[in-house]
């Protein structure tokens, strides 16, 4: 992670799918698959759609995407919706290598992703972490982002919530 002078370089790419190989989109894609857990996974097929189709099927949702890169390496995963009805920006998935996964890796990554967006007229940026039985069971990543995030100024949302079933995924209907 050094170079010259000692600076890091930090960068994120919009990611688009028409289709065909995408190496920086497979690469992405396979950084999410090995450090997602299973219970909250969405499947690669699906998020390959809404790379090609970035308006959801109902059309209340824009699906963002980035490469997350470190001195030009991709080192990482985010995808974002913005449900303009309600002025919510989701982050959704927040992924990396796992030799990248520090504060000063994500912060500096998470900021650019909201400058870049910064022109969407959000008025909350929320995060689902996954507290699965009332935090007795949170998972190592999930435990990280939630502290990450509460060092960024975010809350957390003292609410019910059921974390929705992905697809067949009967392992991720549980309430959060």
Same mark, same amino acid.
């Given at each position: ?81 913005? @449900?303009?009805?309600?002025?919510? %920006?989701? /982050?959704? #998935? *927040? =992924? ?9 890796? @994500?912060?500096?990554?998470?900021? %650019?992703? /909201?400058? #870049? *967006? =910064? ?9 689902? @972490? ?47």
């Amino acid at each position: 992670m050094s170079k010259e002078n000692n600076y890091i370089n930090f960068e994120i790419r919009e990611l688009h799918y028409s289709g065909e190989y995408n190496s920086d989109c497979q690469e992405a894609l396979r950084i999410y698959r090995d450090s997602t857990p299973y219970d909250v996974f969405t499947a690669s097929y699906q998020l390959e759609h809404y790379m090609e189709n970035p308006l959801n099927d109902s059309g209340n949702r824009r699906f963002y995407f980035f490469g997350l890169y470190c001195d030009a390496e991709l080192i990482g995963f985010a995808e974002l919706a913005y @449900v303009e009805r309600t002025r919510i %920006l989701v /982050l959704d #998935y *927040l =992924s990396f290598k796992k030799q990248y996964k520090s504060k000063n890796v @994500v912060f500096p990554l998470l900021n %650019l992703i /909201l400058e #870049y *967006l =910064s022109d969407l007229d959000y008025s909350y940026v929320i995060a689902e @972490v996954s507290r699965r039985n009332h935090g007795k069971d949170i998972d190592s990543d999930s435990l990280f982002f939630l502290e990450m995030l509460a060092t960024d100024g975010f809350y957390i949302a003292r609410a019910p919530y059921y974390h929705p079933i992905l697809e067949d995924n009967f392992e991720s209907d549980f309430k959060a």
